[in-house]
């Protein structure tokens, strides 16, 4: 029963350093995605992919990669940090894939419970 | 132009008031999904309900119910009968057909039941 699982829960980085933040799901979902939560800001998609071997950008893709190598992982790499990628991560997946061709697929998002990074 | 937008930075409503959080939505695409979750002091993402473009029906999930109203673009959440719990940021998210995938967020309403 553990769902979308985020390692770590913390994280303090000094500017330049690099660091993966884990997210692994157990459901067999195609769909994962990574969001950052900044103060009034909401959440923001930084990158998403719809199956292994498959990624793309989302709103704030800079400073961050990823790869999708199996369904169940999604790592979240920071190459160089910088204090401005302080922020709160969240990981999320989705049992089915909105294919935009107008049908009413429910897109519910499970989240992980978060990372909370800091970069100095 | 914000593609979601909630007008409510902060509410304080007595227990076992209803509550509406506003939330309006701006998007060209006629296929589209709407959603609301609850993020409590701990942190957790915690999914609500959801509204599909084409759903005529508002959608509801035990307290939680949503006021859709398409023509206004406007997905409403109502929480009827308020509880201390219900204390959280609440967030309305949308997917929309086309563009980038994911949902796109409002910046929240962070709603604080008083006894």
């Known amino acids: 029963n553990a769902g979308v699982t985020q390692t770590p829960k913390f994280q303090v980085l000094k500017t330049g350093q690099s660091m993966t933040l884990q997210c692994a799901q157990d459901m067999n979902h195609e769909y994962m995605s990574w969001y950052r939560q900044d103060p009034g800001m909401g959440l923001r998609l930084i990158h998403y992919s719809v199956g292994a071997g498959i990624t793309d950008q989302g709103e704030v893709p800079n400073g961050y990669n990823v790869s999708r190598s199996t369904t169940e992982d999604f790592p979240l790499r920071l190459l160089s940090a910088a204090p401005s990628q302080t922020s709160v991560y969240f990981c999320a997946s989705s049992y089915s894939f909105y294919s935009g061709t107008g049908s009413k697929a429910n897109e519910k998002l499970f989240f992980g419970s978060g990372t909370q990074l800091s970069v100095l | 132009a914000q593609k979601i937008t909630q007008t409510q930075p902060g509410m304080f409503v007595q227990e076992k008031e209803a509550v509406t959080l506003d939330c309006t939505y701006d998007t060209s695409d006629q296929s589209y999904g709407l959603f609301w979750y609850k993020q409590p002091s701990s942190g957790e993402m915690i999914f609500l309900i959801y509204q599909g473009s084409y759903d005529e029906q508002n959608a509801t999930e035990g307290r939680y119910s949503l006021n859709f109203q398409k023509a206004r673009k406007s997905a409403n959440l109502v929480i009827s009968a308020s509880q201390l719990g219900d204390s959280a940021m609440y967030f309305c998210?949308?997917?929309?057909?086309?563009?980038?995938?994911?949902?796109?967020f409002g910046k929240g309403t962070h709603l604080i039941i008083q006894p």
């Open positions: 998210a949308m997917r929309e057909a086309g563009g980038a995938d994911g949902l796109t």
